[in-house]
């Protein structure tokens, strides 16, 4: 089954590179509220105002969770791309590591530096750092070793929106020595992702305290489910594949639908609408031409770079043009269209020529 997954061309991931954009571009409207702050005070603003409400609605409203949409996406890719060269190839725990580094860190460290340089200037300037609070030499010392959300930290600090990455990192070790130790099927990962969520529920209720890392570990193997059962879709007649798509289609509306009249909680309705949704991209993408698999691959790559730059260019933005210019453009249509294009365009040139060549500088070692 897996040589039917991973050979077929029209079974790549290439609806995965559509959804990770989208849900990147979700968490960046999500974050247009940075504009509104003045240091870390969050000033009064109309969302009924806000620019192309009829499109952006929903990630106004709940572009937050595109951060778990990330999750369940990297469960289905890592299982497909490592499981079985962890489990059966040997694939050691240091490669794996450096594998994983040499393709966030790089980034992570070039964004810690720079937000740590312009929350300086920005703190002389206004007397607070701007959004988030934390900035101090104990937070960059966690955000340098990717712990800035490992449970050690006061809040968000510096790259605030790398905290999800932190999360995840944990997620990969244990994604390793699952792999390893017991091997990638459907029951184990069934398995262990009942043991986050149940995790996760017993230190809330215990604590009262919400652990991202529980989070990102149910929503990382709720991915790796997916790719479970999409092998077995794959398998199918054509038919009864597209018949699932539809299915897939109806249960996204159906639930959107419910969380829309607050019927049901989003957080609910994650757990129904980001595993539907994996399931019909890939069901439902399937591009024949090389131009456009490159196309869509190429939109999936902006993912990281855009998620990792858009804070650092928003505080650049504020210190440059300054916070009262900025709240009179807010409400209008150009200025976020500047803003997401400003933010992709960047990300295009850092994956170019920063991104990828220390990427492969990295792995030449």
Sequence with gaps: MAKTVEQDAGARLIGLEVLRFLAAIGVLVWHYQHFMFIGHEETPWDPARLPFRWLFAPFYTYGYEGVELFWCISGFIFTWKYADRIGRAGLSFGRFVWLRFSRLYPLHLATLLMVAALQVMYADRYGQTFVYIFNDVRHFVLSLFFANWWGFQLGESFNGPSWSVSAEVLTYIVFFWVSRLVGSGWKVDLVTMAAFAIGASAVRSVFGIKLAFTGAGTFFFLGALILHLYRWIELL????????????????????????????????????????????????????????????????????????????????????????????????????LAYLGAVLVVAVGVFRWVERPAQDWLRRF
């Design 237 to 336: 007649a054509p038919r009864r594949r597209n018949l699932v798509a539809v299915g897939c289609a109806v249960l996204i509306l159906g639930v959107s639908g419910l969380v829309y009249r607050r019927t049901l909680a989003i957080a609910g309705g994650g757990l129904l609408i980001f595993p539907a949704s994996v399931l019909l991209v890939q069901l439902a993408i399937r591009p024949r031409g090389a131009w456009a698999r490159r196309w869509l691959t190429d939109l999936g790559n902006l993912t990281y770079a855009s998620y990792m730059l858009h804070f650092p260019m928003q505080l650049a933005a504020m210190l440059s043009i300054g916070p009262a210019l900025i709240r009179s453009w807010i409400y209008d249509d150009w200025f976020i």
